[in-house]
């Protein structure tokens, strides 16, 4: 049966929230209950009546507390402000009280419940169903790049005691597919991701979620509203994208720093930070004291941290208006020069390069393009691209990209094939380029946002599905390589 599949993975042994955003908490584990019997939503009668159906004894372990109440069931869904073409994630969805709140209501819905029973529960219960999908896994180790092409994606975050942490980090860590989610978790871990500077809950898991998302508590969920009765109170939070407030930065150098600096967080900042730069100097360009601790600092000043030990040469350059390109006629010949802000403005033809890099296993890696790019900023493009310098020719040009755009260098590159200058390609002659992997990627912070390795065929229905999420250049190289045996 389409899209009712149930998926049978190799679980994870190792349930715990990981370093940076559990900081060694449990997150209370909600399996939401209450199939609707007789038109209603459960009771806590028909809770334990649906739980014996499925076979299952709520595990301590798995931190299995189903809720009870049906307004607030209700209440809950209602905060992801659901829209006809929405794909909603639910996460342990139990018995799918929440689903059957949310089913009907959008284009399709994605159950993942890591109990097996309860898995083949929900699979029986919406076989008649095409709009739910019903996956057995951990949460943690779901493959959240299979979301990409069916934003957009409202996450519904029920989150089990023993791996909310890792949970968290696998939806919401960049990039991530969701455009807004509610979740459930223990009081005191909502506490440490909104904590404030110099207090005792702010930490490396606060920082981290509020690098890159706005998260408001938005309700207390008493223990008596569940069965089993947990011994802690649960927390309702709105978690949204964070918009363009911060400075670009490189997010694996902010997680770096991060570490270092919390791992003991009584000590003064400056012991834990690299030796590159004079502390004193990097202290005074982000206003802290040569004395602070890793808590006294703010989210920009952690961003400006980041920044000030970023030792990349483009992390403040997009690009350059004032770079010249050689501009061509229709036969691709060279016929004069001019500036880059002029090409782009006049519509005049010039000459550009994609690559797309390959890793063994023939995943492709694509780029989310900068927002302080001037063409197509925050779209998906090709694993590298870019304009010939006056005088460069295609190869070298491509060469160059990987290495300025990716850290990658000495790579043998493959011609895939030419396309002719159109308004499709930004008036660019292009040619397209493969290349393997070879070693780490790096790249500027003011050029790629962040980026990620895709299956082709995952590619083509994104590509297929949301073409508006892509760069133009890389919709016509895309086509063009996807032609190729």
């Known amino acids: 049966m389409a899209n009712r599949r149930e998926h049978a993975v190799l679980q994870s042994k190792t ?10 908490l449990g997150v209370v584990g909600v399996l939401w209950a209450g199939a609707r019997l007789g038109g209603k939503l459960m009771t806590l009668t028909e809770v334990k009546a649906a739980l014996a159906e499925a076979e299952v004894v709520p595990s301590k ?18 905060q992801l402000q659901l829209e006809e073409g929405d794909c909603v994630v639910e996460v342990g969805p139990g018995t799918g009280a929440l689903t059957e709140q949310v089913r009907g209501k959008v284009r399709k819905v994605i159950l993942v419940e890591f109990d097996r029973r309860l898995a083949a529960w929900l699979t029986k219960r919406f076989e008649d169903d095409d709009s739910v999908e019903v996956i057995h896994e951990d949460g943690a180790q779901f493959d959240i790049r299979r979301l990409f092409k069916e934003g ?17 980090r696998n939806f919401l860590n960049a990039p991530s597919p969701v455009s807004r989610a509610v979740i459930m978790l223990q009081r005191e871990v909502i506490d440490r991701i909104v904590a404030e500077p ?31 009765r947990p011994t802690i109170d649960s927390t309702v939070m709105l978690v949204e994208p964070r918009r363009d407030d911060l ?14 600096g919390f791992a003991q967080r009584r000590k003064q900042l400056r012991k834990a930070m690299p030796d590159r730069r004079v502390w ?23 961003v400006n941290l980041t920044r000030a030990y970023d030792d990349h040469p483009l992390k403040d350059n997009p690009q350059r208006g004032d770079e010249m390109f050689d501009v061509v006629n229709e036969n691709d010949e060279v016929v004069g020069q001019e500036q880059r802000a002029v090409v782009h403005e006049t519509g005049l033809m010039h000459r550009a390069v994609h690559v797309f890099l390959l890793n063994k296993v023939g995943e492709v ?25 006056v005088g460069e020719a295609y190869e070298d040009s491509a060469r160059r990209e990987l290495g300025e755009e990716l850290g990658q260098d000495g790579e043998e590159l493959a011609l895939v094939g030419k396309l002719p200058a159109s308004e499709k390609t930004g008036m660019e002659f292009v040619e397209l380029f493969t290349a393997r992997k070879k070693g780490g990627l790096r790249y500027p912070c003011s050029e790629v946002e962040t980026g990620m390795w895709l299956d082709p065929e995952e590619i083509d229905g994104w590509v297929a599905r949301r073409p508006e999420e892509f760069a133009d250049g890389f919709m016509e190289c895309w086509r063009l390589w996807r032609q190729v045996p």
């Open 247 to 260: 400075p670009v930065y490189d997010m694996k150098l902010f997680d770096e720093l991060m570490r270092r």
């Open 152 to 168: 957009p994606v409202k996450l519904l975050g029920n989150l089990p005691y023993s791996a909310g942490g890792a949970i968290l």
């Open 15 to 24: 349930r715990g929230g990981s370093e940076i955003w559990a900081g060694g």
């Open 61 to 78: 372990k798995l931190g299995q507390n189903f809720l009870c109440d049906q307004n607030s069931a209700a209440w809950i869904v209602k």
């Open 198 to 228: 110099r207090t005792k809950a702010y930490g490396v898991l606060g920082l981290r979620m509020q690098s890159e998302w706005k998260s408001k508590p938005l309700k207390t969920i008493a223990p008596e509203l569940f069965h089993p």
């Open 365 to 389: 890696f694509l780029q989310k393009r900068s927002r302080l790019k001037d063409v197509h900023p925050g779209r998906w493009d090709s694993s590298a691209a870019g304009h010939l310098e």
């Open 280 to 302: 004193a100097e990097v202290a005074a360009e982000i206003g802290c004291s040569e004395t602070a601790r890793p808590e006294e600092l703010s989210i920009l000043q952690w």
